[in-house]
């Protein structure tokens, strides 16, 4: 009987501690916690090209925008402030535009509000 319960006792420990361990990250338990959106001092320089650099920039350079974004050229400023309002309805994927990116999925909803704000705050270069 004695080796039966501390078997039994040995056993229940170890779920114990078992059931205990607890392996979720800081992202998991807190999802806001650093996925703030900065949308302060929304400039091209500052934050619109690096966007289009990291998500339209592989069709819409300069070298390749003849080939696969039928000529639409968003490597510098002029030609993406004379677009702004186009891209913003592209990129928001809204009826009656191109959704971009091409085959691919939306952006995320930061990059979209950071764009949004520098066309109300009238398209900031620097």
């Given at each position: 009987m004695e080796r039966f319960l501390f078997s039994f006792v040995t056993f229940v420990?170890?779920?114990?501690?078992?059931?205990?361990?607890?392996?979720?990250?800081?992202?998991?338990?807190?999802?806001?916690?650093?996925?703030?959106?900065?949308?302060?001092?929304?400039?091209?320089?500052?934050?619109?090209?690096?966007?289009?650099?990291?998500?339209?920039?592989?069709?819409?350079?300069?070298?390749?925008?003849?080939?696969?974004?039928?000529g639409i050229h968003l490597e510098d400023y002029a030609d993406v402030q004379s677009m702004a309002t186009v891209i913003a309805g592209a990129i928001k994927h809204t009826a009656g535009h191109s959704p971009m990116p091409k085959n691919g999925s939306k952006l995320n909803a930061c990059l979209i509000t950071q764009f949004d704000i520098w066309v109300r705050t009238g398209t900031p270069e620097k």
């Open positions: 420990t170890i779920l114990a501690l078992a059931g205990s361990c607890y392996y979720n990250s800081e992202e998991d338990l807190y999802p806001s916690s650093g996925n703030t959106c900065d949308t302060l001092n929304v400039t091209f320089n500052g934050k619109i090209f690096p966007m289009l650099s990291n998500n339209c920039l592989s069709c819409h350079s300069n070298a390749n925008a003849a080939f696969y974004a039928n």
